[in-house]
């Protein structure tokens, strides 16, 4: 059965094809060379005039697990306005900055995204987290594992451990938990707060463990390295949110020495301490050791105004910002001797001069690092703004003078200090097709995705080419998810279900045995209970793993 | 039908505990790290053997896993008024209820995340309301979660962290391995001896032996009404903020003592206060949850305190937890309008049976047998454990199997944050609650 898109103007960064027009054949779910002349091709789709991508990838997206759920129960006037009505095809649900799992598979499609991955699983709550994403349909998912502020962890690299016993345990998570990477947050900070430490720079010792951020990012970017993990260690760094944390995350990207490492919303990490607020713009800085470090990439974190929740492992400084709720209600939860979580909703306003000026640093980075291979179109959703507001981002990009217009509306202020208005760079369709789609699958070391040559996974969107970009990346006239059309007009037309990657790192087992000891003395579950079998993930029918290589 | 039977057949050969006694003559299976369902903290070192079918925990039980575990399987079919049918007829039966009702009622949810994962689909589908059987003391947190929000904390770090913990308005005699598995423990990551543990109870008529030391240190006993309970923990509150308050007494507490309690709860490095919202069965025991959770927030500014909810019985916060993600609401919900609308108090079982708003109702329950499933003018469908014994002839029942003793599945611990698997024990000739609700979603 071939399927064949004919006419279309192909941007496939992969191939280096920049707005061609290209043939694109699909036969079993998988883009196919284009077939001896003789073979039948079942159905044509002709896309005259359309703009063909792969399917959109979200590297960073807050959309299952424990925290999540907790924003769900504790916001249903976030749920009030968004309410989602069942349909003949799709379940009923809703939306907005914490929506049900349902809604959020069924937008992400509409919205031309075939893959979402959660990039703060815990360990302790792998098993809620996979359970979510089996029931979020539509889009590929998988999870990065967090650690970094786990007991067993901070024991080890106290104790120091060699790096090759921290690896086996670093190989183990990835297994036990059925994870596509590992993410560090606040590095031994939210291990540092159940000691009541209230702050933790890169350099200062965790009270009872003796061990510094540096240290605990070193390790772990080492560990990712040597089990051959393709997508970097993910950083959400030391001090977020916090006036002068630029120096912060530039010592940061001097500590992994030239190791792979992302670090990930960015703009909550790049605050000066200029001016009469003592709160300015760090980007220009962390744009040119961006520019600088090709070993680093990172995503943005865009903040975009309105109501939203944040919610994050980041127990400490979610409790710092607490102060800041609105409405004035929150959640700060110590976990299983494994992590934490904040959750704190937030209301972002444009004339506010700190929200402001958040707004204008997420765009001066994104328009001050050169390499669109190594920056990625987030907003933390939903910490800087749901991920609905991925269009409108993008028009931002990709328009100056709508950027332009929206920088005269914000908080006089703000937008004098930055040097948002001087900046003259537009993002090309090609550049967005980097940044959402190749870039992405190559950080994540999805081969077969993130691009349309040979053998690629049939994930395709097919947009009308519109001036304003924000129509057009909202709505997508075709979007294929595994050969199959899902979303015609941006609405729905097939329910499917995606698949979740992991990774089969090796690694030595003897590392169970300590594991075991660990277990049985200081934990609530066991070992063998703690591990997340194949079955459980593919038992009810909604899910399917796909094991990614190691490099 | 079949395929589910041979579904769980295979599950069941693949359990790799399962080892074969060669020495006796009777086969006997001997399987691990089993997680007991019956309770809110999901114990899951139970080791229980089956001997011939016939099942023993033998390592790690407490009196309400051995008589749930060790139960017999009474002889039992589905029914339709009484009279014994196929589970085919029963289904179509359930069906054909379902497919009659305006609305319907889907309540006691007992059940595992695979039960309610689809419990949530059918309710969807047929414009139901849910409430789960436990529903007013989840509704409880949750009126507190969604007012002013708290911070709380987990088993593991109680069990490794806190030096005082304050049972208020509980004595966890429910749970009843809770002392033993994170207060009293043999060994703790930061060294932590029991001795240096210090347990308070405020309450009424609460067993408090469970908090003697093994060494012999007894526990601070504030007797008070359960009514007093948050006017105790708000008085706290003011003198931990620095209020003097002029009055000697409060309900009948010297303020001596609330002043030195106060004064330990500041000193406290990792404090936590335990409550039952089942166990605080007053009106609006919400205004007492919050009042803990506020003096948790406050001691907070200067040390480290958090809160614990000890509940989570029959799947209720498993039925919570999966609601809140395929919805976007904790229970209670009504998927009338084709959308999920959340009201707690509003769509309780209670108020919904009482103003006749439902015109069917759909009662699980397969962890325990004495639910008391609601007796209501409307045609009602049990799903329920096969030695249930009702007051009534329902228009449907079919008895079921049990998640974690006949069939896998997973449940969430009280906290809702670990979700424990459970495993399969024996063999039941029983269906899973899944199972059946799948076949009234494709029948239906």
Known sequence: MYIKLTNGIVYDPVHGINGEQRDIYIRDGYITRKPAGNVKINQVYDLKGKIIMAGAIDIHTHIGGGKVNIARMMLPEDHEADLVRKTKLTRSGCGHAAPSTLTAGYRYAEMGYTACFEPAMLPANARQTHMEMADTPMVDKGAYAMLGSDDFFLRMLSSKKDQEAISDYVGWIINATQALGIKVVNPGGINAFKFNQRKLDLDELNQYYGVSPRDIIKSLARAVTELGIPHPLHVHGCNLGVPGNVNTTLDTIRAVEGMRMHLTHIQFHSYGTEGDRKFSSGAAEIAEAINKNPNISIDVGQILFGQTVTASGDSMHQYAGHWHAHPKKWVIMDIECDAGCGVVPFKYRDKNFVNALQWTIGLELFLLVDDPWRIFLTTDHPNGAPFTSYPHLIRLLMDRSFRNDMLSTINKEAAKTSTLASIDREYSLYDIAIMTRAAPARSLGLKNRGHLGSGAVADITVYSEQKNKEKMFSKPDYVFKDGEVIVRNGKIVKVVNGATHTLRPEFDKGIEKSLKRYFDRYQTISLDNFKIDDDEIVEHGNGKIIVQPCM | ?444
């Not at chain 2, 016939?54 to 790690?60: A, D, F, R």
């Not at chain 2, 703790?188 to 347990?199: G, V, Y």
């Open chain 2, 1 to 444: 039908m079949q395929q589910f039977a041979q579904h769980y057949n295979n599950k069941y050969l693949k359990i790799k505990e399962l080892s074969l006694d060669k020495t006796s003559s009777s086969k006997v299976r001997t399987i691990r790290n089993v997680t007991c369902p019956f309770c809110g903290i999901l114990c899951d070192d139970l080791v229980i053997q089956n001997q011939n079918g016939k099942v023993k925990v033998i390592e790690n039980r407490c009196p309400k896993s051995t008589t749930a575990f060790e139960k017999e399987l009474p002889e039992n079919t589905p029914k339709i008024k009484g009279k014994k049918v196929s589970l085919e007829e029963a289904i179509d039966a359930i069906c054909a209820i379902l497919k009659k009702s305006h609305t319907p009622l889907f309540a006691g949810l007992g059940t595992d995340a695979g039960g309610m994962r689809q419990v949530m689909q059918l309710a969807d589908k047929t414009g139901a309301v849910l409430d789960h059987m436990h529903g007013d003391a989840l509704i409880r947190n949750t009126l507190v979660l969604q007012d002013l929000g708290w911070i709380t904390t987990t088993m593991a770090e109680i069990k490794n962290r806190a030096d005082l913990i304050i049972f208020a308005g509980t004595d966890a005699s429910h749970y009843l391995r809770f002392f033993e598995r994170v207060i009293w423990n043999k060994q703790s990551l930061f060294n932590l001896k029991n001795d240096k543990r210090h347990i308070v109870y405020i309450g009424e008529n609460l067993n408090t032996k469970a908090g003697i030391s093994p060494t012999g240190k007894r526990p601070t006993v504030l007797n008070c009404k359960t009514e007093q309970i948050g006017e105790i923990i708000s008085s706290l509150h003011a003198i931990v903020t620095g209020a003097s308050i002029d009055v000697k007494e409060i309900a009948g507490i010297k303020i001596k003592t609330l002043e030195k309690l106060a004064e330990q709860m500041k000193a406290a490095k990792y404090g936590v206060i335990v409550w039952s919202p089942a166990e605080l069965d007053i009106p609006h025991a919400e205004l007492t949850i919050q009042n803990f959770c506020e003096i948790v927030k406050y001691l907070t500014r200067v040390t480290r305190f958090a809160g614990f909810s000890l509940g989570g019985n029959d799947g209720a916060t498993t039925a919570n937890s999966v609601c809140a993600w395929q919805s976007g609401y904790p229970l209670r919900v009504n998927f009338n309008k084709g959308y999920p609308d959340y009201d707690a108090h509003h769509y309780s079982t209670r108020n919904v049976l009482k103003n006749k708003e439902v015109d069917a109702l759909l009662w699980i329950s397969s962890f325990s047998s004495n639910t008391n499933a609601p007796r209501a003018s409307i045609p009602t469908i049990v799903l329920a454990t096969p030695d249930t014994k009702l007051n009534f002839r329902p228009d449907v029942f079919i008895p079921v199997s049990t998640p974690g003793v006949d069939h896998t599945g997973q449940l969430f611990r009280t906290d809702s944050v670990v979700a424990l698997p459970l495993k399969q024990v024996r063999r039941s000739p029983y269906t899973s609650v899944h199972s059946i609700l799948k076949q009234v979603i494709e029948k239906i």
